[in-house]
């Protein structure tokens, strides 16, 4: 349960202000839609670039098993229920979608306002969003 605010609280105030950063193989519980490391099943296959400090980019190979995922989704809506959390009912038409069969893939989430931010030395997020 500290992984987040362990990764918030020292890992990134540790990171280089001055070069590219590439934090990867997060625990698996923090990477709900990514697939586990061959071999290191408590490891997940995500990445994410930070720059100046910041993250810029949160990537994963994609998880394809629709069995694992349903396993996943319904451990997750569990662990909500127990703790009086509002449970979110399962995407059907993407487990349909994996059902039917998706080949390996994966993503990469590039925040454009962030990428702005860096290329107008800008602090705060606020001053580069359109809207609010």
Do not use: H
């Not at 071999?39 to 400090?53: D, F, M, S």
């Not at 009086?84 to 590039?110: N, Q, T």
């Amino acid at each position: 349960d500290r992984f987040d605010m362990d990764l918030i609280e020292k890992v990134e105030p540790s990171l280089s202000a001055n070069r590219p950063s590439v934090l990867m193989d997060y625990p698996a519980e923090a990477a709900a839609l990514a697939r586990r490391k061959p071999g290191r099943p408590e490891v997940a296959e995500r990445w994410e670039l930070y720059i100046g400090g910041m993250e810029l980019i949160n990537a994963f190979s994609e998880l394809t098993d629709p069995v694992e995922q349903r396993r996943r989704f319904e451990e997750c809506a569990e662990e909500r229920r127990k703790a009086g959390r509002a449970v979110y009912p399962i995407d059907e038409e993407f487990m349909r979608s994996l059902e039917k069969g998706m080949p390996a893939c994966g993503g990469a989430a590039l925040g454009i306002d962030r990428l702005v931010m860096l290329m107008t030395d800008t602090d705060e997020i606020d001053q580069v969003r359109s809207f609010v």
